[in-house]
Structures are given as C-alpha cells and as structure tokens.
C-alpha cells in the first residue's frame, strides 16, 4: 500500500477554523466564539506578552486540530486523515509544553516564597 503525503498548510488550516494567520477570530467563523482581550497589540513586550501569545499560539492549534477533526468526520474531501494526526500531534505537543513551563513557573514562585529572608 503506497501512502503518498499531500503538503500541509497550517495557515489555510487557521482560516478554514475561521482565524486569521495573527490569531484573530474572522466574524462568524469558528474563532469568533474565542473571547479577545484589550491586551491585544502590536507594541506589547515582555515575558508576560509572550506567555499570552504563546499560549493563543497553543489554543489555535488545538481549534484547528478539533475543526479537522470535525472535517474529517463529514467526510470533507479536502481534509485528509494523515493532516489531521499531524496536527493532532502538534496540538498535544504544544499542549505538553505549556503544561511544563507552568510547572515550572509554580515550582520557582513556590522555591521563591520558601526562602528565608
């Protein structure tokens, strides 16, 4: 059995979920249910700002990997199965790694508040 590999393209992936390639939602698609905060801006810097876009970056993938999902499950013949477990794969994958800086970030503020001054 010969499986050939179609390219996958995360960014028309994002705006067939209904979100810009920024991660703004496109009214009346699937990201326009995501709640937007004023904190939303080009002239943002700092750890906490990439915290936010980082973990936006985190809950896109896992709209897109769930629109896929979806897709697949309707029998769309644009998507295919071998797209959607890769983007699945990046979902989890992106997933475990917010989970393990916020690990990280508890166990330093924990060590910080347990020193002695």
Do not use: C, H
């Given at each position: 059995?010969?499986?050939?590999?179609?390219?996958?393209?995360?960014?028309a992936?994002?705006?067939?979920?209904?979100?810009?390639?920024?991660?703004?939602?496109?009214?009346?698609?699937?990201?326009?249910?995501?709640?937007?905060?004023?904190?939303?801006?080009?002239?943002?810097?700092?750890?906490?700002?990439?915290?936010?876009?980082?973990?936006?970056?985190?809950?896109?993938?896992?709209?897109?990997?769930?629109?896929?999902?979806?897709?697949?499950?309707?029998?769309?013949?644009?998507?295919?199965?071998?797209?959607?477990?890769?983007?699945m794969?990046?979902?989890?994958?992106?997933?475990?790694?917010?989970?393990?800086?916020?690990?990280?970030?508890?166990?330093?503020?924990?060590?910080?508040?347990?020193?002695?001054?």
């Open positions: 059995m010969d499986v050939k590999l179609k390219p996958f393209d995360f960014a992936a994002v705006a067939r979920a209904g979100l810009r390639t920024d991660g703004t939602p496109i009214a009346g698609g699937l990201g326009s249910s995501l709640a937007t905060s004023g904190t939303a801006g080009a002239g943002k810097a700092g750890f906490g700002a990439a915290l936010t876009d980082a973990l936006k970056g985190v809950s896109d993938t896992q709209n897109s990997a769930t629109w896929m999902q979806n897709e697949l499950q309707m029998d769309n013949p644009t998507v295919s199965l071998e797209q959607t477990m890769v983007t794969q990046k979902a989890q994958i992106g997933f475990q790694a917010a989970i393990s800086v916020r690990n990280r970030l508890v166990q330093s503020y924990t060590d910080i508040m347990n020193m002695q001054v």
